[in-house]
């Protein structure tokens, strides 16, 4: 057998915080015997295997497996079990199951990286502080350990949104701090990778490439906008975040993309006509909202089926239909700006037919 045990050991007593001296005692063995197993200098004897593993929290089998890392597909289907748990409310037992399968695998930094995205993608899903916090707490402890991956695309990426964490949690030093750990530079080597599989005749790689940078280029267009929309809102010029909206929306159009994006733009454009008091826009773009909610369903939120970038692949859990509604009904009633119309009936029609779906 390849004697990989000692890694497993080390890495599970560690997230345990317990010390070696700890595991001894809890063994029967000396903390130099712990010392050598972590060391890979010898095997634990078979009869210490069932109070090491439950001392460790995993089963005598997941300590004899030979396999240090397990496969991307079993990531995947790992994140897409969690999120279902999280997608109809289960938020504990969504946290208990990655909670789970982390201490069965404590050293794919993949597996942390992919269930720090997919507990972010449910914050909005938690109706309690204290809930989120937890949910807030395990992405950031994860993305702390990914950020340190030799993948140079996780390690940036995490750190991204380690910053974005440490600001929702108020740490807005930390969150600057971390942000100057990313490198600054202009260039994208993807760019002349691109030109180099197309001189070569290779146009499915550099289509690829062009998809993604295009696609991502894109996403911080629309971010850019989100951000300058909420600037202009603050200083109360509404003409111009009014503008910004419009012209996000020209983008999201020119480029096929409303599936994705034209829900949020509805919702923006119906908050700043309800900020300049404007019942009518304010419900026209409400209602627009809702028939996107109702059009747009969860198969039909596929990147891959909008020819522009038929070469792209998700990941990323598909959301359900029965998500999409919980969302669009919270986003309806928990905006406060849209007091203006809430006791309208076209709206209480509108609520009525989310519920319906």
């Not at 999120?83 to 201490?103: P, R, S, T």
């Not at 990778?193 to 993604?212: C, H, M, P, R, V």
Request: negative net charge.
């Amino acid at each position: 057998m390849e004697i990989i045990m000692g890694k497993k050991i080390c890495d599970l007593r560690k997230k345990r915080e317990l010390t070696q001296k700890d595991l001894a005692l809890a063994i029967g063995v000396s903390p130099l015997m712990v010392s050598k197993w972590e060391r890979d200098l010898a095997l634990p004897n078979t009869s210490h295997l069932p109070d090491l593993a439950r001392t460790l929290g995993v089963d005598v089998s997941f300590l004899l497996d030979s396999s240090e890392e397990i496969k991307v597909e079993q990531i995947i289907s790992i994140v897409k079990q969690c999120a279902k748990e999280m997608e109809v409310g289960n938020i504990d037992a969504g946290l208990a199951l990655c909670k789970k399968h982390l201490q069965e695998n404590p050293a794919s930094l993949f597996l942390k990286y992919r269930l720090s995205i997919m507990l972010q993608a449910y914050f909005t899903k938690v109706n309690s502080e204290e809930k989120l916090d937890k949910m807030i707490n395990m992405a950031t402890d994860l993305l702390s350990e990914t950020a340190g991956s030799k993948e140079l695309e996780i390690k940036l990426t995490s750190l991204f949104m380690l910053s974005n964490l440490e600001m929702l949690k108020g740490n807005y030093q930390e969150a600057i701090n971390i942000l100057n750990l990313l490198p600054k530079s202009d260039i994208n080597p993807e760019i002349i990778l691109s030109t180099i599989y197309f001189a070569q005749g290779d146009f499915d790689n550099s289509t690829k490439i062009e998809q993604k940078i295009l696609f991502t280029s894109l996403n911080s267009s629309f971010v850019s906008l989100n951000n300058l929309y909420r600037i202009a809102k603050e200083r109360k010029d509404y003409p111009f975040a009014l503008d910004l909206m419009l012209k996000q929306r020209l983008l999201i159009q020119a480029v096929s993309l409303e599936p994705f994006m034209l829900p949020a733009n509805c919702l923006l454009l119906a908050d700043i006509y309800a900020q300049m008091g404007d019942k009518t826009n304010t419900l026209a773009y409400l209602k627009e909202f809702v028939d996107c909610t109702v059009k747009y369903s969860a198969s039909s939120i596929n990147l891959a089926a909008i020819k522009l970038f038929d070469q792209m692949v998700s990941e990323d859990p598909a959301p359900t239909d029965a998500y999409l509604k919980e969302n669009a009904l919270y986003a309806l009633l928990n905006n406060p700006t849209y007091a203006l119309v809430k006791e309208l009936p076209e709206f209480a029609d509108l609520v009525a037919q989310l519920r319906a779906l």
